[in-house]
């Protein structure tokens, strides 16, 4: 842990966008955020990493960083299949909403879900992560 507050065992990125990943990635490294990052390129490739890793939390991120607009299973329904997850997941994995739509009725919908903690407009600055840091998480 820094002076900047807390370091994170492992995040996840969950966007289909490439670009957007690579950048959030390297603020993510170049920051210190977390000891390890975990990209997915889809909702679907999300939760199976969940599914996979539910029974050892070491393995399971801190923060979900989720886009909302992807293709197949988007932020959305990603939410909806991790209600179902079991508590020890819901509670380890802290969801933070990581996206570029400015669609007020999309972000209402998203922000009133019990497991999103935040919302960051795109893209991810150290200042995004800073707040993050200093959160009581």
């Known amino acids: 842990m820094d002076s900047k507050g807390r370091k994170f065992d492992l995040v996840m990125l969950v966007d289909d966008n490439d670009t957007d990943n690579f950048i959030s990635k390297r603020i993510i490294e170049i920051t210190r955020f977390a000891d390890q990052v975990e990209v997915k390129n889809s909702g679907k490739a999300a939760l199976d990493y969940l599914a996979e890793n539910q029974n050892t939390p070491e393995t399971l991120p801190n923060i979900i960083f989720l886009d ?15 209600e179902k997850f079991k508590e020890l ?13 400015d669609n007020k009725r999309d972000i209402d919908k998203i922000v009133n879900n019990n497991y999103v903690i ?18 009581n998480l």
């Open 89 to 101: 997941v819901k509670t380890r994995c802290k969801v933070i909403i990581l996206s570029s739509s």
């Open 118 to 135: 935040k919302f960051i407009t795109k893209p991810l600055t150290e200042a995004a992560l800073d707040e993050i840091r200093t959160a």
């Open 68 to 82: 909302i607009n992807m293709p197949v299973v988007d932020g959305f329904v990603f939410l909806y299949e991790f």
